[in-house]
């Protein structure tokens, strides 16, 4: 599967981003889908995930009540919804996909979006 990520842009602090991946191919459903951030001088981190069918989602500490992460299958598409930004969340935020796995951890992941840049200016 073939990951594009976009949506990212500036904000100020407080405001909101939605980000979006599009996925090719017709087996979006069957994937895990998560999203991941870096930012500069730092490893990339979790984010969010959500579930094959949408049934389940889980977030980092850091982002949760702020950030929602959904899934329209029938678009081949996950969003992330960013309210409440802070200049922390300032990152490269990375959509990911995975057959099996329904977790946190990035070497989980088998399918990597190009990345799209957040930036929260204080």
């Known amino acids: 599967v073939q990951l594009q990520a976009y949506g990212g842009g500036l904000v100020q602090a407080g405001g909101s981003l939605r980000l979006s991946c599009a996925a090719s191919?017709?087996?979006?459903?069957?994937?895990?889908m998560g999203w991941f951030r870096q930012a500069p001088g730092k490893e990339r981190e979790f984010v969010a995930a959500i579930s094959w069918s949408g049934g389940s989602t889980f977030y980092a500490d850091s982002v949760k009540g702020r950030f929602t992460i959904s899934r329209d299958n029938a678009k081949n598409t996950v969003y992330l919804q960013m309210n409440s930004l802070k200049p922390e969340d300032t990152a490269v935020y990375y959509c990911?996909?995975?057959?099996?796995?329904?977790?946190?951890?990035?070497?989980?992941?088998?399918?990597w979006g190009q990345g799209t840049l957040v930036t929260v200016s204080s």
């Open positions: 990911a996909a995975n057959p099996n796995y329904y977790g946190s951890r990035s070497q989980r992941y088998d399918y």
């Open positions: 191919g017709r087996t979006f459903s069957s994937y895990v």
